[in-house]
Structure formats: C-alpha cells, structure tokens
C-alpha cells in the first residue's frame, strides 16, 4: 500500500499524525516515547511503537470482522497505520472489568476485585485539566456529545468489551480496563486512536503479572519484555 505521507498535523505523547495524499485518510506513526502521570514521568519503551502499532491493527481488524466501525484502513510499516481522518470527540472512554488504578483509590477496593457488570468511564480529553472525569450532564454542559453519539459511544465501548475480553483470555490474558477514543467523519462515528499496553491494562490470567504500561508507571521493570509478551500472545498468537 503506498500512500504519500505529508505535513505533521499533531504530535502527542505516544503517536505523531501526518496529512497524506489521499483525501480523508491520515498516517498514525507509533512512537518510543513514554509518559505518565499526564507527561510528569517520561521515558523511552524500547520496540513499544511497534508493538502498539502491530497490536492495534489486529484489534481493529477483530472488531471491523464483528462490525464495529474503526479509523482503521491498513497497515503501511512497522510503525506506521493508515486511518481514516477523524474529528476527535474530547471524551476518553473507559471500560473496566476487573478494580484496578484510579478506580480502587476511588472506591476503596482491593486492586483485582471482580466487577460483576462491566463499567463504563467517561473523562473529559484535556491534558491542562488533568483529564478529570465527566458524567452525561456535564457532556451536555460543555457541548462535546450529543446525548444520541453519547449513548452509542457507551453501548458500543461494551460491545468492543465483549469482542475483545474472550478473545484475549484465550490467549491467557485479563483485559482489565482500557481507553478508546471515539470520532467522526461526516455523520458517522468511529472508533479512533489505539488498543494497545498503553491504552489497556493487560494481567496475565495465571499469575496476575502485569503486561502494561503499568510497569512503566510504578516503576516494575521488565517493560519492554511485557510489551513483547502481549505482542507474542495477541500478533503472533503463541501463547505457552
């Protein structure tokens, strides 16, 4: 597949966005670079930007085969995703299956508690504000979803949940929470960004090890070598 790659529309924490020769499309380069905290902590994850990239193509591809729609049109490089060009909606969504992170500091749960049902987050996308969380009123206040692209966002962040939390434990892996990111192209809404160790918290179904950038947060070692792990369960599809 051969696409021309041309000005820089954004550079962010994880990824950088390039403009390309074909209309609507954008150019996903999956970078090295680590942060956390909101980009207080930084670092360098050896072969992350390939294994984000690699990973997130065969989530998408899943989940187009279970008719989600994805940014998602092809793989170009190792590093490197052709997407649809999406308006970002400013809210991250959240979908958590077992307490973990904020939510146990929250709540007083034990880390690794079951939830029963599966929760669905919603924070406002704002690096200056810290990211802080948002309910369905304070959507509306501030304009960033209707109330009809809010609730196709939630219910299809479960449907995205419920593809994907089998499928990876079978490959011997808890899908413990993850992020989307949702936009539009037209009228429609697509699921955008990324699924990967730095979007999903990832613990091996045995052990309880963590296989996430979580490692890189609280400072566990072995970072690079989580991120290899997920990569040879998940892209590979070798699981010991």
């Known amino acids: 597949m051969k696409v021309e790659t041309r000005d820089k529309l954004y550079e962010g924490k994880a990824k950088i966005v390039y403009a390309t020769s074909r209309p609507g499309t954008v150019v996903q380069y999956f970078k090295d670079d680590a942060t956390a905290f909101n980009a207080l902590k930084r670092g360098t994850i050896v072969g992350k930007g390939v294994v984000n990239n690699r990973m997130s193509a065969a989530m998408f591809e899943r989940l187009e085969r279970a008719r989600i729609p994805t940014h998602y049109l092809g793989t170009l490089s190792d ?27 929250r709540t007083g749960l034990e880390e690794g508690t079951p939830i029963r ?11 200056p504000l810290g990211d802080p969380m948002l309910n369905d009123d304070h959507v509306r206040m501030l304009s960033l979803a209707t109330p009809a692209e809010l609730a196709w966002m939630k219910r299809t962040a479960l449907r995205i949940n419920a593809v994907l ?3 990876m434990r079978t490959r011997g892996l808890l899908l413990v929470d993850f992020k989307l990111e949702f936009g539009r192209a037209g009228k429609k ?18 052990t309880r090890e963590k296989l996430d950038k979580d490692r890189f947060r609280r400072d566990l070692g072995g970072v690079e070598e989580a991120y290899q792990e997920v990569y040879r369960r998940l892209v590979e599809g070798t699981h010991a």
């Open 79 to 105: 590093r490197e995703m052709l997407c649809r060009r999406l308006e970002i909606i400013k809210i991250e969504t959240i979908v958590r299956n077992i307490v973990a992170g904020s939510l146990a500091k």
């Open 117 to 127: 049902q599966p929760i669905v987050e919603l924070y406002y996308k704002s690096d």
């Open 165 to 167: 939390r089998p499928h």
């Open 189 to 206: 809404l697509y699921l955008g960004d990324e699924i990967s160790p730095d979007t999903c918290r990832l613990w091996d179904r045995q």
